[in-house]
């Protein structure tokens, strides 16, 4: 499909949103319309379209890729990826990152009004998967006129949704980026995660999700967050950065104040989370990532989830993640080389547990910029 782009299209920028009619069919079964996709684009679509990458967040992320948090007002959550001249270049790429289905900030999720209603979707908003989330993008890349992709990238629940694409839409991506991610949720994954949904669901403000005209159930939001941090981090890197040294203080207080810096450091970014992010969201999010094994979806064997498509793949795993650890990603480089799928893959080495791919890291912008400016 050939393009006119022009500075003046409405459809790119930052802070776009779209409503698709749908209907979008979902792996659980139902039928979402209308279907809300917030989303924001750097750099310039090419004539021939020829130039689009999208880029995928993570569980808590959002749109806002490289431009500053409507709500917070920090930096966009790859900020220092994402530029001209970076290792994600938009003099040469236009990128796409679109809020994925589910969550709260202007994708359709079960803050969102139910359209039989007037009222939030709450709980009857419909369960849904990552694969539900990449059919969600390719409405709106058909939106924007981009059939193939010459990229999608992503790192932790990011990488998910790259997976997914290479193997739902493989005429659409050229290449696949997948940096600290799994093609299947570990029972220690869904344990991690079900702790932090029954901590919002035990809070007596969550009221069966219906809490939308009242207050939201922060304490048991910002527990759950407080046991995912853990998870993001390493030990190492909690050592470093903490030890056991005391918050404020010359001596325990004997009691149940936050003592500990890292006590004082998870308090708040629990309390941080929830001024940015939907508890009914994050229900969903995370049972979305637990349902989530691609070998599931491709008749039980994860190598005919990428049997004859053309997509090249890069994978990135970190030492430290213990989240997501190496094995995981060697399992899909195994998968891929049964399936005859041309991949590349490193694991790096950092202190910093899961969230590296977030921080920076010149061994990781070095891979990237190899992997993304090599010919097709």
Not at 3 to 25: A, C, E, K, W, Y
Not at 45 to 51: C, E, K, Y
Not at 52 to 66: I, R
Not at 174 to 186: F, L, Y
Request: proline share 5%.
């Amino acid at each position: 499909m050939l393009i006119t782009p022009s500075s003046h299209d409405q459809r790119f920028g930052l802070s776009r949103r779209i409503v698709l009619p749908g209907p979008l069919r979902l792996d659980g079964g139902a039928l979402l319309a209308p279907v809300a996709i917030a989303y924001e684009t750097y750099g310039t679509l090419a004539p021939d379209g020829g130039n689009a990458m999208l880029v995928c967040h993570a569980l808590t992320g959002d749109q806002h890729l490289a431009s500053a948090h409507p709500r917070t007002g920090k930096p966009g959550w790859w900020q220092r990826m994402v530029g001209p001249g970076k290792p994600i270049d938009t003099d040469r790429y236009f990128v796409i990152c679109a809020n994925v289905l589910g969550s709260c900030m202007g994708t359709s999720g079960p803050a969102s009004d139910d359209p039989a209603t007037g009222r939030p979707y709450a709980m009857a908003f419909p369960v849904i998967t990552i694969r539900d989330m990449v059919r969600a993008q390719a409405l709106l890349l058909d939106h924007l006129g981009v059939a193939r992709l010459a990229a999608v990238v992503g790192g932790s629940m990011g990488g998910m949704q790259a997976l997914s694409w290479a193997a739902t839409f493989p005429e659409r991506v050229a290449k696949c980026v997948v940096i600290a991610s799994t093609a299947r949720h570990s029972a220690q994954n869904i344990a991690f995660h079900e702790v932090g949904r029954q901590a919002v669901m035990a809070d007596p403000n969550w009221r069966g999700g219906d809490y939308y005209d009242g207050d939201a159930p922060a304490a048991g939001l910002a527990v759950a967050r407080m046991a995912a941090h853990i998870t993001y981090l390493s030990e190492a890197g909690l050592t470093e950065k903490f030890g056991r040294r005391l918050q404020a203080r010359e001596q325990k207080s004997f009691g149940f104040d936050a003592d500990f810096q890292v006590e004082s450091y998870l308090r708040h970014q629990g309390l941080a989370f929830t001024d940015r992010f939907d508890a009914n969201s994050y229900l969903y999010i995370t049972r979305a990532l637990d349902y989530f094994d691609l070998a599931e979806e491709h008749g039980g064997l994860l190598a005919n989830a990428f049997r004859g498509g053309g997509t090249r793949f890069c994978l990135v795993s970190f030492d430290t993640d213990w989240l997501y650890p190496t094995s995981e990603s060697r399992a899909i480089v195994h998968a891929l080389m049964a399936a005859g799928a041309p991949a590349s893959f490193v694991e790096l080495s950092s202190p910093f547990g899961h969230d590296a791919f977030l921080l920076d890291s010149p061994e990781l912008d070095r891979v990237m910029h190899g992997f993304l400016s090599a010919a097709a």
